[in-house]
């Protein structure tokens, strides 16, 4: 038995401690009951049965919608699932799902992520829809199929580049509701590891869940992450031995910070267990330096369909708010441990120290206070030097992280980053400023999908509290069933 779908009662009968495991599920059925060291245990399924039973009716109505067998089978098995509780036919529609390449609605439903459960294991219940992005994903195709020739634009020569560019499937999803405690802005499931790592898994990354605060945000996120995603991890190559050979040449190659012959990973070696627990933000940090630098090239921003001034209003505006996002995530450094708990901020606030160090009035942050005398912090960045100070400072830096990389340097490339990444007295004083002024946690409006005369319709609320609320209701619209239930819980808890 796995925890995934279940919640834990302990409860006294008649003098006898009892514990009932119960199941998500439709069926209200006894699975097993047994006395234990004088302890009973129950399992009983028909945890939050009214509400996944509504799950199931609309489930059968997406049945007749399926775009292939295959989907078909995955929502059977999903529909087995909720009304059984049986954790197997949930995997087999993880499987299907898995198989269901580049469709044009993705979903996926279940008991999935285990952030929330002090234990990590008990997940809690989510359900995405999202479609694909056609237009962004033309742009990103392109990118792709010119992958190759632009990655000879990065800092360092062909020979540290891998020998034969393998180019995935590159699409943008937009998501049409995601319901759950938070929204991610991109996710990697299913979380059946017996499945991951046999069967495989999918990369769906949700194109409109960042903020668009600025006029030009959403247009840089997205040249940012088609730049992130595919030439950053995608690049470089590691200087390996496979069995008695080298896969590259042991007389041409040099180190380029030294000039001497380079080192390489020997066999059985790899970068994970070389670079351990530094590794992803190193590999995030090196990734997100590509994006910096790559969108200074205007054919590269013609590619996602940016010229003349836009072009440079949309390099500017991802300069500027990748490098202000590697202050403000100053707020994920744990003062008390001295550690960064987060890849992605740990790897902002490295290149922020970068661009802060390349001078020249390029990036600046000022401690001040603001009309209420509390304390505040002034960012800024000057644009007109993106080119001339900015774009050599990170490419140079981007050069040592791939040289260490390549060579599998784990001293050298932990020396380097440790440096950068280290939070001073200066930067820890921002970090207080940064947090007593964190903003509270942000909430989304999403929309509702209606269907009329067999056509579906996508209906949008107001991005105002009323539109929140307006949302829910039309969502939902038996509230006495979920109240109903959560009295009924309610009652359990003793509440
Ligand atoms: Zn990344």
């Not at 195709?141 to 590159?170: I, N």
């Not at 590509?290 to 969108?295: E, I, M």
Request: proline share 2%; aromatic share 12%; hydrophobic share 35%.
């Amino acid at each position: 038995m796995e925890a995934w779908n279940s919640r834990l009662f302990k409860a006294e009968e008649n003098g006898k401690t009892v514990y009932t495991v119960r199941l998500g599920a439709v069926q209200d059925s006894k699975i097993l009951e047994e006395e234990f060291e004088g302890v009973k245990i129950v399992v009983q399924a028909g945890d939050y049965s009214p509400l996944l039973a509504n799950v199931n009716k609309e489930l059968e109505k997406a049945v007749e919608f399926a775009a292939n067998d295959n989907q078909k089978q995955m929502i059977q098995k999903y529909i087995e699932h909720f009304k059984s509780g049986s954790l197997d036919a949930h995997k087999d529609a993880s499987r299907f799902w898995v198989k269901d390449c580049g469709p044009v609605v993705e979903s996926y439903i279940g008991f999935i992520e285990n952030y929330r459960d002090p234990a990590g294991t008990r997940a809690e219940f989510e359900g995405f829809v999202s479609c694909v992005n056609k237009e962004t994903s033309k742009k990103f195709q392109t990118l792709v199929s010119r992958a190759e020739e632009l990655l000879t634009r990065l800092p360092w020569g062909a020979e540290y580049e891998k020998d034969k560019f393998l180019k995935p499937d590159f699409t943008a999803l937009e998501v049409i509701y995601y319901g759950g405690s938070m929204i991610p802005s991109g996710i990697n499931i299913p979380n059946y590891d017996e499945i991951r790592q046999n069967e495989g898994f999918k990369n769906v990354s949700l194109g409109n869940m960042k903020q668009c605060f600025k006029k030009y945000f959403k247009e840089s996120f997205e040249v940012q992450v088609g730049l992130h995603e595919l030439l950053g991890h995608g690049s470089g190559k590691l200087f390996q031995q496979d069995g008695e050979k080298l896969n590259f040449d042991k007389t041409k190659v040099k180190n380029l910070i030294t000039g001497e012959p380079v080192t390489w990973y020997d066999e059985g070696e790899t970068w994970s267990s070389k670079f351990g627990q530094l590794g992803n933000a190193y590999e995030e940090c090196r990734a997100e330096a590509v994006g910096y630098y790559l969108c200074c090239y205007p054919d590269i921003l013609q590619i996602f369909g940016f010229e003349g001034q836009v072009a440079d209003d949309v390099k500017y505006t991802n300069w500027l708010n990748e490098i202000r996002a590697g202050l403000v995530c100053l707020e994920f450094y744990q003062a008390d441990a001295k550690k960064w708990g987060q890849a992605h901020s740990w790897a902002r606030y490295v290149l922020l120290r970068v661009a802060l160090a390349a001078g020249q009035g390029f990036v600046s942050i000022e401690e001040c206070v603001d009309e209420n005398g509390k304390p505040d912090l002034k960012f800024s960045l000057d644009r007109t030097k993106i080119d001339s100070v900015g774009k050599p400072a990170i490419g140079n830096f981007l050069k040592l992280l791939q040289v260490y990389k390549s060579t599998g340097d784990v001293a050298g490339g932990s020396k380097l980053f440790n440096e950068w990444g280290a939070v001073d007295s200066k930067a820890a004083r921002w970090r207080e400023t940064v947090i007593s002024r964190r903003k509270p946690r942000r909430i989304f409006v999403q929309s509702n999908t209606v269907l009329t005369n067999d056509k579906v319709e996508l209906k949008k609320y107001e991005a105002t509290h009323a539109g929140v609320i307006q949302s829910f209701v039309e969502r939902y619209q038996s509230v006495e069933e979920i109240l109903n239930l959560w009295e009924k819980d309610a009652k359990i808890f003793g509440l």
